[in-house]
């Protein structure tokens, strides 16, 4: 099992950046990870995902602008958010299953453990 802690979301301007991040209680090496995000009433969508082999992807919504990083050492997983747009308003988890997502990166059922999210609010 592994806890997920997220943070560094807040309130921006349209055409700002923010950067999240996710800390693991395990390395998080041995894990497919991710991050989602959910407004009221909607369902939650991927964002991006990353796996243990090094293949990324990102929602169509967000290519382009949003970077998914991880730091094996510091046991954390980073969303750069560049050019953000009112529409990227939510809340955002971070994500992850033990081993290899096999290309599921974007697919939430694909993902076993949560944390508790951190807010983004963009404003024009």
């Known amino acids: 099992q592994v806890q997920l802690v997220e943070s560094g979301g807040g309130s921006v301007q349209a055409g700002d950046s923010l950067r999240l991040s996710c800390a693991a209680s395990?390395?998080?090496?041995?894990?497919?990870m991710g991050w989602f995000r959910q407004t009221p009433g909607k369902e939650r969508e991927g964002v991006a995902g990353?796996?243990?082999?090094?293949?990324?992807a990102y929602a169509d919504s967000v290519k382009g602008r949003f970077t998914i990083s991880r730091d094996n050492a510091k046991q954390r997983l980073y969303l750069q958010m560049n050019s953000l747009k009112d529409e990227d308003t939510a809340m955002y988890y971070c994500?992850?299953?033990?081993?290899?997502?096999?290309?599921?990166?974007?697919?939430?059922?694909?993902?076993?453990?949560w944390g508790q999210g951190t807010q983004v609010t963009v404003s024009s």
């Open positions: 990353t796996d243990r082999n090094g293949e990324t």
């Open positions: 994500a992850a299953v033990f081993g290899s997502c096999r290309s599921s990166l974007l697919e939430r059922n694909r993902f076993d453990y």
């Open positions: 395990n390395p998080v090496s041995w894990y497919c």
